[in-house]
C-alpha cells in the first residue's frame, strides 16, 4: 500500500509532480461543478483523535469532489471513550475495507505504527510533533504560485518550533525544493539539534526576518507545554509577534503565512494577519487542492509514489 506519512520519504520530484497536480485541482474546486468521478467506488475514513477545523474539512471536501464515500469518525463518540487503544480502532475500521485512512494523532509516530497494520493506503494528518506533510504541500503550493518559484527564495519560519509538525514538515519541503530556510524563534521554543535539518537559526525577529520573502509564522502551542515554560502572552507577542513595525525587517512584497488556527495578538497582529501580505485564507484554498491530488496519487493505478 502506499502511504503519506511524512515529506521526508518524497524526493524532489514527486513534491514538484504532487504540487503540479494540485495546481490543476484548484480549476476544479472554483468551477460551479466541483464534482469528478475518480474515487468513485473508494472509501475514505477520516479518523482525527485531535481537534481540526481546516485539515478535517478539506479532506472531507477533497473525497467528496473526487467522487468517495467519505466517513467522519466522531472519536468522542467512539469506543476510544470506552478504553479502546489506537490500534484496536484502527483494525476495527480496516475491517470494513477502506481504501484510505486518513489519520490525526496527538502521538508522533502513531500514524506510521497505524499504516503498518491496516490494509488500505495512509495519510499522516498530523502525527504530534513530527509531520504534517498535507500542511507543507500546500503551504509551498501557495508560495510557488505568488512567487512563481520556491528554490532562492529566503523563508523565515517563526515562533514555537519546538511543538510544530507544521515547522518540521515545512523545513524538510523546502529544503528539498530550493529554499534557504531559517527558524526563528526564542531558545526555548526551538528544539535542540535544529541546526542538523539545514536551517539558520535566529533568536530576535528583526534578525530572522530580515529582508524574507515569506514569514511563516507558528501558532503558540501552549496545550502542549504542560509543565514547562510556558511564556506570558504579552511579553511572547512584544518580542516574536508579528506586527506591522517587525514585518517591515522583511522584503516589501514578503508574503505572511499562517497554518492556523491562529491566536491574533499573540503570534500574529491581527493587521497583519488581514493585511495585503496575508495570503492565509489562500492557503486554506490550496489545503482542498492538495488532499485532492495526494488522494489521487494513493491510488494504485496513478504513476505518482506518495
Ligand atoms: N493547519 C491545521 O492543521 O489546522 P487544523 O488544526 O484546523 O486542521
Redesign the pocket.
Known amino acids: 500500500q502506499r502511504h503519506l506519512l511524512g515529506m521526508a520519504k518524497l524526493q524532489p520530484f514527486e513534491i514538484e509532480n504532487l504540487l503540479d497536480l494540485a495546481e490543476r485541482e484548484i480549476a476544479t474546486s472554483r468551477r460551479d461543478d466541483k464534482k469528478k468521478s475518480v474515487l468513485k467506488g473508494r472509501t475514505q475514513i477520516n479518523l482525527f483523535f485531535e481537534?481540526?477545523?481546516?485539515?478535517?474539512a478539506s479532506f472531507e471536501l477533497a473525497g467528496k469532489r473526487l467522487g468517495a464515500d467519505v466517513m467522519n469518525m466522531s472519536v468522542g463518540n467512539s469506543s476510544v471513550k470506552k478504553g479502546e487503544t489506537l490500534i484496536d480502532t484502527a483494525m476495527t475500521l480496516n475491517a470494513m475495507h477502506p481504501d484510505i485512512l486518513v489519520v490525526r494523532h496527538h502521538a508522533a509516530g502513531a500514524v506510521a505504527l497505524l499504516a503498518q497494520k491496516v490494509g488500505c493506503s495512509v495519510v499522516n494528518a498530523?502525527d504530534g510533533a513530527h509531520e504534517?506533510p498535507t500542511?507543507a504541500l500546500l503551504d509551498a503550493l501557495t508560495i510557488r504560485r505568488r512567487k512563481g518559484r520556491i528554490a532562492g527564495l529566503t523563508v523565515a519560519i517563526c515562533g514555537d518550533v519546538l511543538h510544530s509538525r507544521?515547522a518540521r514538515s515545512n523545513i524538510i519541503a523546502l529544503n528539498a525544493l530550493g529554499a534557504r530556510v531559517r527558524v526563528v524563534g526564542p531558545s526555548t521554543l526551538l528544539p535542540a539539534g535544529i541546526e542538523d535539518m539545514s536551517v539558520e537559526v535566529f533568536r530576535r525577529m528583526d534578525e530572522g526576518i530580515a529582508d524574507a520573502d515569506v514569514v511563516m509564522m507558528l501558532r503558540l502551542q501552549r496545550e502542549r507545554m504542560a509543565g514547562a515554560f510556558v511564556p506570558s502572552v504579552r511579553e511572547y507577542f512584544r518580542y516574536f509577534g508579528l506586527d506591522e513595525a517587525k514585518l517591515k525587517r522583511a522584503k516589501p512584497d514578503a508574503l505572511v503565512m499562517h497554518?492556523?488556527?491562529m491566536n491574533r495578538g499573540v503570534e500574529i497582529a491581527s493587521d497583519v494577519a488581514d493585511g495585503p501580505q496575508s495570503v492565509i485564507e489562500e492557503q486554506v484554498e490550496m489545503g482542498v487542492a492538495v488532499r485532492m491530488a495526494v488522494m489521487q496519487a494513493l491510488l494504485p493505478s496513478q504513476e505518482l509514489a506518495a
Open positions: 481537534a481540526s477545523t481546516r485539515t478535517q498530523g504534517h500542511q507544521v497554518p492556523g488556527p
